[in-house]
Each structure stands twice: as C-alpha cells, then as structure tokens.
C-alpha cells in the first residue's frame, strides 16, 4: 500500500512533531516512509542525551530534520522555560498548585530548573524551511501553550489536513487555554472534532481501583482534528494527495471506517480498491481482538 500512496502523494508528507521530547510517539510509524518528521523541543539543544535519543529513530523516516526551537505565537529573545521532574512536562507555564496538592502529584510538577530561551513562530519558520509541505500533518504537546503556537502558525495550518494536540480539561498549568477554546480556534480554520485519545483521570483514590469501581475526573487527552472533505462547512478542494494524507493519517490513528469513506475518493484501481479494504478489515479485527483480551 506504501508504494501506491507514494504514487499518490509524489513528495513526502511532512509531519510537525511538536514536543517531541521523550518521543513516545508510534501511531505514524508503520507508514514512516511516506514522512517526513520534523521534531521540534527547545532541550534539544541544552540536552544531548535526549537529542542522541531521537536521532537513533532517524533511519525510520523518508526524511527527518529536528529543530531545537521554543514555538509560541510570536517571537521573542528571552522567555523563561519550567523544566519539571517530568521532564515531559516542561512548560512556559507554572503549575497550578491548588490541583497538584489536591490530587498528589508533586513528584511530576515541581520546577527543578529555569532556562531563558527565545521563542520562534511556525510561521516564520516555514518561511525559510526547504520542506515546500510544511505542516501537512502537525502532532502538539506542549504542556499548556498548543493554542498559542497554533495561533502563530496561521500560515502553516491552512496546509493543514490532521492535528493531533493534546487538549486539557482542567488547568493542570496557570492559564493554560482548555480543550473548549482549542476547538472553537480550530473549527474557525476549517478542522472538525474527531475523536478523543488516551484519556487521562484522577481521583483522590480513596478507592481501591483493583476491588471498586467507579468514574474518574476527566484531566487531559488527545484530540484528533481533521479538515474532512465530507463535512459541508469546508470550503478548501482537497486534491489528490490531500486525500492520500488524510486517508494514511486516519489509518494509523485507528479511524478505519473514515479511511474507507476517504479510499472511494482516490483515484485508484478497483483491484487496489479491494485489496485495501482487506487490509482495512483485516487491521481493524485485529484491534477488536486485542480489546476483547483487554
């Protein structure tokens, strides 16, 4: 399938990997030849073990560029940047202490250094970038500022066919901007809710969760949004390899009933067609056995 979509997209999809310390990040990598991965974290340049870290990933990707820059929505010369003990939540925020003490999580979210770093836009960065699609697909986790770095990247998402940003509930950090008002900014500029990922909950645990049962306070996720060709509210033409990118995007991420509703739009064999969809069904029988184990 690899070689058709190729066929399709002709240039590498390019793929904003935005907080990309740590990298956890799997869902694209069974199509990693299709990529071109762009992974951007401001400790890449003062942390050489977390950059080694990532660059051993290099060879998974079409093409691969990493950028040690802080994004926000504009540029600065010197802002100040929180490393936690979780070094996945490092932030230009503060936490906010009131939730911290409330449902114990100070081995995560006390600030163990400062660093003042300068700040760069997504749109100022695609002015210059050698990659002529940047910011087909854009993944965002950056503890609180999402909405801020989209906001300076106007430019790049009208590119944009698939986000996945993480969206908070409840303010884990001060000011931090909420799932609300990260939805409202992108169904402005086209994109559609899809779905939530990886939901995260706490409680007080005055429960013992292996004897009782009960819900949680939702936290945080990840929220997939999409410029879907099917929705009315759409005014963009989606050509071919826009097609080719939401269809391989949703695929990964486990959409399959989407992607079958995208794969009768691309212009391929009947045959291809069907050998596909088998795959498809195939893929998504296989996600249903691992949950029914589950």
């Known amino acids: ?16 990997d935005i907080g990309a310390l740590g990298y956890t990040y799997k869902p694209l990598e069974t199509y990693s030849d299709l990529f071109w991965y762009h992974g951007f974290d401001p400790v890449f340049k003062y942390d050489n073990q977390q950059n080694h870290q990532l660059s ?25 940047f929180n490393v936690y003990n979780a070094e996945t939540n490092n932030s230009f925020l503060s936490s906010n202490q009131s939730l911290i003490k409330r449902y114990n999580m100070h081995n995560k979210w006390t600030i163990k250094d400062k660093l003042y770093i300068k700040t760069e836009t997504l749109n100022n960065i695609k002015s210059y970038s050698k990659d002529k699609n940047f910011g087909d697909v854009i993944k965002i986790d950056t503890q609180g500022t999402e909405l801020k770095i989209l906001m300076g990247a106007k430019n790049v998402i009208k590119n944009t066919k698939f986000i996945i940003a ?10 931090q901007n909420l799932f609300s008002e990260l939805e409202i900014f992108l169904r402005k500029n086209g994109f559609s809710f899809y779905c939530f990922s990886d939901l995260f909950f706490r409680s007080k645990k005055y429960l013992d969760k292996l004897k009782h049962l009960g819900r949680e306070r939702m936290i945080y996720s990840d929220a997939i949004f999409i410029k879907d060709p099917k929705d009315r509210n759409i005014n963009s033409n989606f050509n071919q390899r826009d097609l080719a990118i939401i269809f391989i995007t949703s695929l990964s991420f486990q959409l399959y009933d989407f992607a079958l509703e995208i794969l009768a739009d691309l212009k ?27």
């Open 1 to 16: 399938m690899n070689k058709l979509i190729k066929k399709i997209i002709k240039s590498p999809i390019s793929f904003l």
């Open 56 to 80: 051993k990933l290099k060879k998974k990707w079409r093409k691969y560029s990493i950028h040690p820059f802080a994004l926000n929505n504009k540029k600065s010369n010197k802002m100040r």
């Open 166 to 175: 993480e969206a908070a509930f409840v303010h884990l950090y001060k000011e």
């Open 268 to 294: 391929i064999s009947n045959n291809d067609k069907i050998k596909i969809k088998k795959n498809i069904f195939s893929l998504a029988k296989k996600t249903f056995n691992r949950a029914k184990v589950r």
